[in-house]
C-alpha cells in the first residue's frame, strides 16, 4: 500500500530510447516544433513533483547527448539490450541494477516512452496522485477504444469464425458490452520491489487504470503524426 506523501517515496521515471527505428529514421530525436522529440518527455519528467530522477537508457550516443543538455541523466544501454527483439523489460533491469550498483534505490518507477509528447507533467502528477489514492502500487495509462473487440470474431483452423471472447458477444448490443481501453504506452507505475519479485516484468495484477484522451494519447509512427501533434501543439500555443 502506497500513501499520497511525496517525502516518503524517492521516484525514478525511466526512458528506453533505442537508436534504431524502422518508421522514422532515429525517431527519438526527430524535430518536433523545433526540438529532439525525447525532450518533451525529459522535460514531462523533470517537471513531475514525484520524480526524484529522470534517466534515459539509450545504445545510441547522439540520443544521449542530446538527453544530457536537455536536463536527464543518461545510461549507455549494451547493444545486445537494443535490438529489434529486446523485449523493455530488459532495458529497465539493466537500469534499476546498474542504479542499484550506484547504491542508488527508489521505491516507484514510471517507464515514459519518448514517443508520447503529449503527454505531460501533470499527467504524470495526476497519475502518482490516482495511484498514491488507490492504495496500489501499479499503473498504467490508457485511453477509451471506442471500438468492441469483444463483438469480433477469428477464425479457426477449420475456416469458421469463433467469437474473440465467446460466441455470444459478437451478437450483443452495444449497450451491454462492457467499455475496452487500449495502454498508449504513455506512463507505466509500478513498485520496483515488486517488479524485481516478479522476475522483472511489470506487476499485473490489480492494476490502476489513468484514463488519458485519445488526442493526448498520439504515439508517433510516422511523419503524419509528427506533423498532427506538430499542429496540436501549435494550437496549444495560440491558446
Keep these: ?3 499520497n506523501n511525496t517525502n516518503l517515496f524517492k521516484n525514478i521515471g525511466i526512458i528506453p530510447a533505442r537508436g534504431g527505428s524502422k518508421g522514422i529514421p532515429q525517431k527519438n530525436i526527430v524535430r518536433l516544433n523545433g526540438l529532439p522529440l525525447i525532450n518533451y518527455t525529459i522535460s514531462a519528467g523533470l517537471k513531475s513533483k ?104 477469428t477464425i479457426n483452423e477449420k475456416g469458421f469464425l469463433n467469437g474473440l471472447v465467446d460466441n455470444d458477444k459478437p451478437f450483443a448490443n452495444r449497450q451491454d458490452l462492457p467499455m475496452t481501453f487500449m495502454p498508449n504506452g504513455a506512463i507505466y507505475i509500478f513498485k520496483i520491489k515488486d517488479y524485481i519479485e516478479n522476475n522483472f516484468s511489470f506487476p499485473i495484477k490489480q492494476i490502476v487504470p489513468f484514463i488519458m484522451s485519445k488526442s493526448d494519447s498520439i504515439d508517433i509512427d510516422n511523419y503524419g503524426d509528427i506533423d498532427k501533434v506538430a499542429e496540436m501543439l501549435n494550437k496549444n500555443e495560440e491558446k
Design 1 to 3: 500500500m502506497l500513501e
Design 50 to 153: 514525484y520524480l526524484s530522477k529522470v534517466v534515459v537508457s539509450s545504445d545510441d550516443d547522439k540520443i544521449l547527448k542530446i538527453s544530457k543538455k536537455a536536463g536527464a541523466d543518461v545510461l549507455k544501454r549494451p547493444a545486445h539490450l537494443a535490438k529489434d527483439s529486446t523485449h523493455i523489460n530488459e532495458a529497465i533491469t539493466d537500469v534499476i541494477e546498474n542504479l542499484s550498483q550506484n547504491n542508488e534505490n527508489f521505491d516507484l518507477a514510471v517507464v515514459l516512452q519518448p514517443t508520447s509528447p503529449l503527454r505531460n507533467f501533470k499527467h504524470i502528477d495526476d497519475a502518482f496522485e490516482l495511484l498514491y489514492n488507490s492504495k496500489r502500487t501499479s499503473l498504467i495509462s490508457v485511453y477509451e477504444l471506442g471500438v468492441f473487440p469483444n463483438k469480433c470474431f
